[in-house]
């Protein structure tokens, strides 16, 4: 029987230690952290991601600019007010949110946030801070499902670690966070023969995969650290890529969905936002 890791609990422990760092930056500083948020269109799930994330940044206690565009916005002019707030001194983090409406090109738009405001950690030049292992923020889901590996206080050194899923979000720099924790990391994805056996070497699982209930109690290892990155929308409600209630009886320690990583992304967006905020304080 598995530790369930409280995904709800640990982010409410990150916010309110933020908190009192983004008072003393506002004593040290003389102004607020700000982050701006766009949101493009009528997305239902996007509104809710980014009504949850303006919640979070006054709950610490941060300036929050939201800015709202119709479905039929032009690409100049999501690219007019991205380079507008890259160029606010005011203004300490941009974030665009995924996914824009399909005639606008997201990389394009993306590129025109400067990497000193970059809190989703998107940017190549993030990207490849965090390849060579160089301070940068990282992108928040993987950098959340590290903090609950490290506040649950697991070893990670020397373990083998699996990734399922390859994704710039999330596969990709968890998979390098677990190498620099003296991880061995595995990523594994839709061409990988014999992802049973793969899996079944696991000492940390993490899933990001997309798919319901995916991970099957038959992949894991006893005792092995699962966490569950997906979500899925099904009309059971919100699921896991890991089939929870058999998989529980066999790891060591689970995250669950809901309740599980999702809270820790948008913890990690506040801490990117303070990070951003106190590096452009110290440059
Ligand atoms: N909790 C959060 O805050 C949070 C944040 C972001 C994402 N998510 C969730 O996490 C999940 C993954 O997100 P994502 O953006 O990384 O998704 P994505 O871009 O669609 O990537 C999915 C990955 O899963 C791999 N995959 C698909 N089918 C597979 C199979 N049968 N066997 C092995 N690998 C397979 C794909 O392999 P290929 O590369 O070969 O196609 C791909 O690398 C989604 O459910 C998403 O909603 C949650």
């Known amino acids: 029987m598995s530790k369930i890791i409280n995904g709800k609990e640990i982010a409410q422990s990150v916010k309110d230690n933020l908190k009192e760092k983004v008072l003393q930056f506002e004593k040290d500083y003389g102004r607020k952290i700000t982050l701006a948020v766009i949101l493009v269109g009528e997305n239902p799930a996007s509104q809710v991601y980014v009504k949850n994330k303006i919640t979070a940044t006054e709950y610490v206690g941060m300036k929050s600019l939201s800015f709202r565009l119709p479905e039929n916005a032009t690409e100049r002019e999501v690219s007019d007010l991205v380079t507008s707030l890259g160029a606010d001194d005011n203004v300490d983090g941009i974030l665009v949110q995924l996914p824009l409406p399909k005639h606008l090109d997201e990389n394009k738009i993306l590129a025109l946030i400067p990497a000193s405001k970059d809190v989703d950690g998107f940017l190549a030049e993030n990207v490849g801070n965090l390849l060579l292992g160089l301070p940068t923020t990282v992108a928040c889901t993987p950098f959340g499902v590290l903090q609950m590996l490290k506040y649950e206080g697991i070893e990670l050194t020397g373990k083998n670690a699996v990734v399922i899923g390859r994704s710039n979000i999330v596969g990709k720099p968890m998979a390098m966070l677990l190498l620099?924790?003296?991880?061995?990391?595995?990523?594994?994805?839709?061409?990988?023969?014999?992802?049973?056996?793969v899996c079944k070497n696991a000492d940390i699982l993490v899933a990001a995969i997309g798919k319901p209930k995916f991970v099957t109690a038959d992949m894991v290892k006893e005792g092995a650290v699962v966490i569950d990155v997906g979500i899925n929308r099904t009309e059971n409600g919100l699921v896991g890529d890991v089939d929870f209630e058999a998989v529980k009886e066999i790891a060591s320690y689970i995250s669950p969905v809901p309740g599980g990583v999702g809270p820790m992304t948008i913890a990690m967006l506040l801490e990117n936002t303070y990070i951003c905020a106190t590096k452009r304080e110290n440059k």
């Not at 620099?180 to 061409?191: A, F, R």
């Open 180 to 197: 620099k924790e003296n991880c061995t990391v595995t990523i594994c994805h839709s061409k990988t023969v014999n992802l049973k056996g």
